[in-house]
């Protein structure tokens, strides 16, 4: 076990209180690339955080991820800042090495590692979780089947709908028997390949903060896609809510959201975008299925305060209106900077533009996945035989 009364003696007092609960605090230690940060990331860290008090995460450098993997479409201080505003991170660790020690265990007074329930390889196809698993430092939880980097950027090159949560399914599969897309599932990962998300009540509630606001609180409401939740929106949100104590996102349907982005937008469905906006540590409560303009029921139901929207262009509402009328006649409506000029258009056009290195790295990716698949199938029928 590490001694992780060594590196925090020096930031204890001598207290009997201290000290007893040093002890009975379990450090809990999970690194990646976390990039793309999605709700399967989130849902890794809400499981390691329930198994222990204090939650710390090691992102890896850009130059590690290129070396191992292939190029991140997210650079790293973006992924560090998505990483911390995860609502169960306690602590970011920058540019943690890509295979876990004991030693970066033992550093930061962690007594032990936690991934998901896929496996992660070096650049020699070794596991990087080696030593740890050794040692008996490492716990697993479950991966969430259905959403991955590499799917998400399947999504955007193949320009398929099939996620909307409902209309599309159909006439995507048509276009796959006919041709036009091509979907070969021989070449997925066993681990990480396409599967699709089932968005159940319970993993809400798991996400879901569930507290009302109080009597008194200052309620702030915004309104959008957040599709590709990215920096652009995390510092939006983190504006909004520094302007009062509650915050309120309402996330527009998917043909909504098609309606007015075009193309096959969102990429990620309703429910993938709840969680992916439920995930921040800034927002307190989200309304599933938003009206697209800001109406007088919703901000009397909810007492929102103040209407809040970026610096990006507002579209007007499908018979022209500008969506916040009822906010700004109210003089409840305030125009925030977050800072960022990144958009979700500007995510996939990143992705479109290194296309061909991404493709490369995810066949790298399933390649690599599969030969450590096969070894350790035939490392089982050994054992059985
Ligand atoms: N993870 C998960 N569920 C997912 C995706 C990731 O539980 N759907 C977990 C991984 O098991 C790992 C952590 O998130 O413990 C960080 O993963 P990362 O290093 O970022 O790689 P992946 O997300 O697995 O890569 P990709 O999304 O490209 O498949
Ligand atoms: O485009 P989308 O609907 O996802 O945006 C949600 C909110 O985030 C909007 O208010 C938008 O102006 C804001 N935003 C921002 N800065 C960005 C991207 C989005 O303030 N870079």
Redesign the pocket.
Known sequence: MPNKNKRFADEMDDSDESKKHLKSCVRVW????????????A???R??KAMGDYLIVGV?TDAEITKH?GPPVFNEEERYKMVRAIKWVDEVVEGAPYITTIETLDKYGCDFC?????I?LDASGQDTYRYVKEAKRYKE?????????????GRMLLLTKQHHSCGEREYEVDKVQSGSISKDPSTH?P??GISQ?LPTTHKIIQFAEGKEPKPGDEIVYVAGAFDLFHIGHLNFLEKAKAEGDYLIVGLHTDPVVNHYKGCNYPIMNLHERVLSVLSCKYVNEVVIGAPYSVTADLMDHFRVGLVCHGKTPIMPDVDGSDPYTEPKSRGKFKSLHSGSDLTTQKVVERIINHRLDFEAR?KK?EKKELAAYEALMKQKEVRIS
Do not use: E, I, P
């Open positions: 999970c690194d990646g690339c976390y990039d793309m940060v999605h709700f399967g990331h849902n890794q860290l499981q390691a890896h993997k936690v991934h998901g329930d896929d992660t939880c479950s991966r969430t089947a259905g959403v991955s980097t590499t799917d998400l950027v990962s681990w990480t998300f995810n990716k």
